[in-house]
């Protein structure tokens, strides 16, 4: 999984991340705008933390990585990684997701 930037991502012109989930394949959340389990989205402040959490797509605010966390708590990412970083480290909450099948 390769590592993409996004320089200008920008909440206030309703900019989305868009997740496939044949690529995403553990979000079981609906299509559409947002989580629909919301406990498949989390924010932390580190890259360990990210790792171990049991949401299946973790962003860092302090760093602007958003990984995808294939394997939940267990130790490391599994097939995941980091795929995403933003520049800018706007404070993404799951409205900036479009999540499709």
């Known amino acids: ?38 406990s498949e989205f989390a924010t932390v402040t580190n890259d360990t933390v990210a790792a171990t959490s049991a949401a299946d ?7 602007g990585g958003l990984f995808y966390n294939q394997n939940g708590t267990a130790s490391g990412w599994g097939t995941g990684g980091q795929f995403l970083t933003l520049t800018n480290k706007p404070a993404l909450t799951a409205n900036q997701f479009l999540i499709q099948d």
Do not use: C, E, P, R
């Open 1 to 38: 999984m390769g590592i993409d930037t996004i320089t200008d991502f920008n909440i206030s012109q309703t900019d989305q991340i868009v997740l496939d989930k044949n690529t995403f394949n553990t979000i079981i959340s609906n299509a559409g705008t947002g989580f629909s389990v919301s």
């Open 57 to 63: 797509l973790v962003y860092n605010t302090t760093t």
